[in-house]
């Protein structure tokens, strides 16, 4: 479980981060992270919301991938900007994948937001 510091929990802030983030994308994942200027931070702490549609599975399958992928980002945050926010967005492929999966594939859309646009 996310604290609830980090969760990104109304639509509003879903849809501002998938329409003005950056784009990154896997076999298992989607993910859009949109960065606050600096100038613009009040809040350091990052924030993470999740998408996981019908169309990964049934509410047993997408509760499992969400657990597996909030772990994963968990671990992740320190490396994420303070103040930005993150939409993670599991494909059907997620449904399959091993942890490890996920993991690899979360961890290469995250490295990619580091290189330069």
Known sequence: MLPATHRLVDGA???DVTRRG????SHTVVTHLLVVPDAE???V???VGFVVSKAVGGSVVRGRV???LRHVV????PHLPPGSSLVVRALPASAEAS????R??????LARYRSPA
Not at 22 to 25: D, G, L
């Open 13 to 15: 802030s879903f849809r």
């Open 22 to 25: 950056r784009r990154a994308s």
């Open 41 to 43: 931070v009040s809040v």
């Open 45 to 47: 702490a990052v924030k």
């Open 66 to 68: 969400k657990r597996r």
């Open 74 to 77: 968990r671990t992740e945050l």
């Open 99 to 102: 942890s490890a999966r996920l």
């Open 104 to 109: 690899r594939d979360l961890v290469s859309c």
